[in-house]
């Protein structure tokens, strides 16, 4: 890889600014200065420093947030808060995505990435990744909604839902929840409910896969995999 390149995918500077950082021999490998920013380096074996700061070179972000409402899973919007926009700069340059979409009002588990393979292998069908939501649903729910939801419910398009493992909390006006689906349709569990005559008033991811979500983890705030985490994830790539 040339060493302008990695330097800038590691945040630190745009490709201008590293070169001319090289050039002014602020850059060194295996303790050797280096002006030419096009020469080529091992980022697995070669030691590069920036002044006296090693550049430890990785390819792959992968965060853990908890969404706060209000923002969008999405990269960018002319209009909307995104959930990129609550990242720092330092991970921003790897120019990670969020795995899958939660709706603006929801809250919870969402994984940001730059591995194109780790997402698309999380969300395929194929692999049926689980999802587990918390969820505060206006309406008595029964054990006739736990049977409906077991068999998969027919949903406003006319779409039949894959079997979906539904827990009661509690029972009232007011009732809470905890479900569990493979799928990931548009709205999905509001539109499940809907199909029940119930609505979603207030709804929390906090699982998926193996992933659980991070109690300590206020909204808006995020951390990287743990490497147990990682691990879950790099076995389904």
Not at 81 to 90: A, G, H, M, Y
């Amino acid at each position: 890889m040339r060493l302008d390149k990695l330097l800038a995918n590691m945040g630190v500077g745009s490709r201008k600014e590293v070169k001319r950082l090289i050039k002014k021999k602020h850059v060194t490998v295996n303790g050797d200065v280096v002006k030419d920013p096009s020469v080529h380096v091992n980022p697995d074996e070669d030691c590069i420093k920036v002044d006296e700061t090693i550049i430890h070179y990785q390819k792959y972000v992968y965060l853990m947030m908890n969404k706060p409402p209000g923002y969008i899973s999405s990269t960018w919007d002319r209009w909307e808060r995104t959930v990129i926009d609550l990242l720092e700069p330092k991970y921003k340059h790897f120019e990670p995505f969020p795995v899958g979409r939660l709706d603006k009002d929801t809250e919870g588990l969402l994984l940001l990435t730059n591995d194109g393979k780790l997402a698309h292998e999380l969300l395929s069908p194929k692999k049926g990744v689980s999802k587990t939501y918390y969820a505060k649903v206006e309406g008595k729910v029964t054990e006739k909604d736990v049977e409906a939801f077991a068999k998969g419910v027919v949903l406003d398009d006319g779409y039949k839902t894959k079997p979906g493992k539904l827990d009661i909390i509690s029972s009232d006006t007011i009732s809470e929840i905890e479900l569990t689906i493979s799928e990931g349709k548009f709205h999905q569990v509001k539109r499940m409910f809907q199909a029940v005559q119930k609505q979603v008033i207030y709804l929390q991811r906090i699982r998926m896969g193996e992933l659980l979500l991070d109690s300590t983890l206020p909204p808006g705030s995020y951390r990287e995999l743990t490497e147990k985490e990682e691990k879950y994830c790099q076995s389904l790539r």
